[in-house]
């Protein structure tokens, strides 16, 4: 049986992980390490309970002897790191907590997996594979046009930003001084099921059924190019497999939207399948949409130039980003949560 070391296993993009690997590769062993901050769930991997298939484990990827023991108890065929701090806003409020899990957390991982990796036989150094999943933020803004490619510069431009492409830089170090197999990701907006609502769609979703305003920073003329959940987990999974030691693939979805856009497919969308569901006196939920302060530093426009990665997307998220989101009963079967102030939404899948 072939074992994963996932960290950051209960957050958003690394639940998602963990659940389609788990489910399309029966051979396939996940020890899940996560600290279970705010953005952690393990509701999201309540169907794994019992399952002698992922093994869970409370703990931060700063904590070099956890790390260290995992390890060494179950010899890990491969390491996906999806631990990190990943809300720009929380970043230019409170830096530190990105500096510490991003960088020195990246650090610790490394190091950590280094000292255990040159321990094991030759044949096992070669097969193994460390893999860091990273953001087209470290690139910066981009104008009307133009792709990040695997050989944009970095330009970070945020706290967040700043720390992700600290940690892509020590990633790419330890494999030329030390030799360590890593391979590096840097995704697009990722967007689909169990997302904390301080990102935008869950957000807009959890204002909009509780009659809350809709904010946008600016005029939502910012462009993102926005990538389903589980297509960015497929590509991960293949290039696990497939991907050339030392190298860097861009994973996008091929479909830029401006903010506005975005936020005016959701409302569309409640409208759709909910109209009985909305408040007294609302019209639509466009009308809840309230334009806000720019966020300081707030890049322009992100889009990612996917060729070098080792699948075939064609054309399907350009198609149906409305399907993305479509599949997820956004009002009949959502639940809301609060714990110490912050609102959860969990979005349940169609049986």
Same mark, same amino acid.
């Given at each position: 049986?072939?074992?994963?070391?996932?960290?950051? *296993?209960?957050?958003?993009?690394?639940?998602?992980?963990?659940?389609?690997?788990?489910?399309?590769?029966?051979?396939?062993?996940?020890?899940?390490?996560?600290?279970?901050?705010?953005?952690?769930?393990?509701?999201?991997?309540? *169907?794994?309970?019992?399952?002698?298939? !992922?093994?869970?484990?409370?703990?931060?990827?700063?904590?070099?002897?956890? +790390?260290?023991?995992?390890?060494?108890?179950?010899?890990?065929?491969?390491?996906?790191?999806?631990?990190?701090?990943?809300?720009?806003?929380?970043?230019?409020?409170?830096?530190?907590?990105?500096?510490?899990?991003?960088?020195?957390?990246?650090?610790?991982?490394?190091?950590?997996?280094?000292?255990?990796?040159?321990?094991?036989?030759?044949?096992?150094?070669?097969?193994?594979?460390?893999? !860091?999943?990273?953001?087209?933020?470290?690139?910066?803004?981009?104008?009307?046009?133009?792709?990040?490619?695997?050989?944009?510069?970095?330009?970070?431009?945020?706290?967040?930003?700043?720390?992700?492409?600290?940690?892509?830089?020590? +990633?790419?170090? &330890?494999?030329?001084?030390?030799?360590?197999?890593?391979?590096?990701?840097?995704?697009?907006?990722?967007?689909?099921?169990?997302?904390?609502?301080?990102?935008?769609?869950? $957000?807009?979703?959890?204002?909009?059924?509780?009659?809350?305003? $809709?904010?946008? /920073?600016?005029?939502?003329?910012?462009?993102?190019?926005?990538?389903?959940?589980?297509?960015?987990?497929?590509?991960? &999974?293949?290039?696990?497999?497939?991907?050339?030691?030392?190298?860097? /693939?861009?994973?996008?979805?091929?479909?830029?939207?401006?903010?506005?856009?975005? +936020?005016?497919? +959701?409302?569309?969308?409640?409208?759709?399948?909910?109209?009985?569901?909305?408040?007294?006196?609302? *019209?639509?939920?466009?009308?809840?949409?309230?334009?806000?302060?720019?966020?300081?530093?707030?890049? &322009?426009?992100?889009?990612?130039?996917?060729?070098?990665?080792?699948?075939?997307? *064609?054309?399907?998220?350009?198609?149906?980003?409305?399907?993305?989101?479509?599949?997820?009963?956004?009002?009949?079967?959502?639940?809301?949560?609060?714990?110490?102030?912050?609102?959860?939404?969990?979005? !349940?899948?169609?049986?």
């Amino acid at each position: 049986m072939q074992t994963v070391l996932v960290t950051g *296993g209960a957050g958003f993009i690394g639940g998602n992980y963990v659940l389609r690997s788990l489910a399309e590769n029966p051979g396939l062993r996940i020890v899940n390490l996560d600290a279970l901050t705010y953005a952690g769930n393990l509701d999201t991997l309540a *169907g794994l309970q019992g399952s002698d298939r !992922h093994v869970f484990r409370h703990g931060s990827i700063a904590d070099q002897s956890q +790390v260290a023991r995992l390890l060494e108890e179950f010899e890990p065929n491969a390491i996906v790191n999806f631990a990190a701090e990943s809300h720009v806003d929380r970043s230019i409020d409170g830096p530190a907590d990105f500096i510490q899990t991003n960088i020195v957390g990246t650090f610790n991982l490394l190091q950590c997996t280094l000292d255990w990796w040159k321990t094991r036989p030759e044949a096992e150094q070669q097969a193994f594979r460390f893999l !860091h999943v990273s953001t087209d933020e470290v690139y910066g803004s981009l104008g009307d046009t133009g792709l990040f490619e695997e050989t944009t510069a970095y330009a970070p431009n945020s706290p967040y930003a700043a720390s992700k492409a600290s940690s892509d830089h020590l +990633v790419r170090a &330890w494999f030329h001084t030390f030799g360590l197999p890593v391979l590096t990701t840097n995704c697009s907006n990722n967007y689909g099921p169990h997302q904390f609502p301080e990102k935008l769609i869950p $957000l807009m979703i959890l204002n909009a059924l509780n009659n809350k305003p $809709l904010p946008v /920073y600016g005029k939502g003329l910012n462009v993102r190019d926005w990538l389903f959940v589980r297509d960015h987990c497929s590509a991960v &999974w293949t290039i696990l497999q497939n991907g050339r030691s030392g190298e860097t /693939y861009n994973v996008g979805g091929h479909t830029e939207k401006r903010n506005i856009e975005v +936020v005016e497919t +959701v409302c569309d969308l409640l409208d759709d399948m909910a109209v009985e569901q909305r408040p007294p006196g609302i *019209g639509g939920y466009r009308e809840l949409i309230t334009f806000v302060e720019d966020r300081a530093g707030h890049d &322009w426009r992100y889009a990612i130039d996917a060729a070098k990665a080792l699948f075939e997307r *064609g054309n399907l998220l350009q198609k149906n980003f409305r399907l993305g989101i479509r599949p997820y009963e956004l009002v009949d079967r959502c639940r809301a949560s609060v714990d110490d102030g912050i609102a959860t939404l969990v979005l !349940h899948e169609h049986a």
